[in-house]
């Protein structure tokens, strides 16, 4: 078993400086550290304001999580929509006894936006370790566990259930797949004959340049040609029907969550320190990646396929 460290008590004081200077880092100011100091001073001062501005907030039992939620929205782990999603069963055309599978959701909210218009029952599969378990209780919170089963799996290693599912949508697992003729074919093992999938991830050509777009994910991005894709997804038995660029919409909904953060920054204040550590990095990821998605270096794709 696993040990966690407890972590250092925080000083009260570094704790105000550390949000002084991420409020000064979001709002494109320069940090004037010493004046920062002196406001501190003058707080602490005023018995009225010490009790809001010393008390240490309990730190989130993950940070990353927490940050991302606090970009992304509640229960997701990057831009998402949930009428987009509640609309993949749909496309997929399922009856209500079909067994949807979902890969790669990362928290909650993909999955009750699917199940919202899916009725029948759900097969997930994640491979985030640190997602696994605040999926699991966001299925419990949602009444979803009756009828959705929850698997964590490796991208590289995992065998999925011959011919299990009549459909099934994956949500950025060729993103971060090194072996992607693999992972697809894992997925047309799990289809049954004529089922279709949908495969959202990102597409481009490889280069060192789309690191920093990635540096704030969960393992190293593996980007290939929309191209090299569909022929891998045509290779294991996937007939792709339609390779579609989702790149405009992905960046409307990378902007709103930049908007979002701005809002809920303005409205709470900065976050706790390992939390705001999180979120400047993902956002500096972010960053990049929003230029390289609007140079099109970058782009969002959508494969529609069915098993042959």
């Known amino acids: 078993m696993a040990l966690k460290l407890a972590l250092p008590k925080l000083d009260p004081r570094g704790v105000a400086l550390a949000r002084a200077r991420f409020r000064a880092w979001w709002e494109g100011a320069a940090f004037d550290e010493a004046a920062a100091q002196d406001a501190i001073a003058m707080a602490a001062n005023d018995r009225g304001l010490e009790a809001e501005l010393f008390a240490e907030a309990p730190e989130p039992d993950d940070p990353r999580l927490d940050a991302l939620q606090r970009l992304w929205g509640g229960g997701r782990l990057m831009p998402g929509d949930d009428t987009a999603e509640s609309a993949m069963p749909t496309a997929l055309g399922l009856s209500a006894t079909a067994t949807l599978g979902i890969f790669g959701p990362g928290l909650m909210a993909p999955a009750a936006a699917m199940a919202t218009t899916h009725l029948g029952p759900i097969r997930a599969f994640e491979w985030r370790e640190e997602a696994l378990g605040a999926l699991r209780r966001g299925l419990g919170r949602g009444g979803l566990t009756a009828r959705t089963e929850l698997a964590g799996i490796d991208l590289e290693t995992f065998t999925a259930p011959a011919d299990a599912l009549d459909g099934l949508v994956s949500l950025d697992d060729f993103s971060h797949a090194d072996n992607a003729a693999r992972l697809a074919q894992q997925l047309a093992r799990g289809l049954k004959p004529k089922a279709m999938a949908l495969i959202a991830c990102y597409c481009g050509d490889p280069g060192a340049d789309l690191a920093g777009a990635f540096a704030s994910a969960f393992c190293e991005p593996q980007i290939r040609p929309a191209d090299t894709l569909a022929a891998l997804l045509e290779e294991a038995g996937l007939r792709v029907e339609a390779n579609d ?25 900065p976050p706790a320190p390992a939390t705001g550590r999180e979120l400047t990095w993902e956002i500096q990821a972010w960053r990049v990646r929003v230029a390289l998605l609007a140079a099109r270096r970058l782009q969002r794709r959508q494969f529609t396929v069915v098993k042959r």
């Open 245 to 269: 660029d989702h790149s405009d919409a992905h960046l409307a909904l990378a902007r709103a969550g930049f908007r979002r953060l701005g809002e809920v920054l303005g409205k709470d204040g």
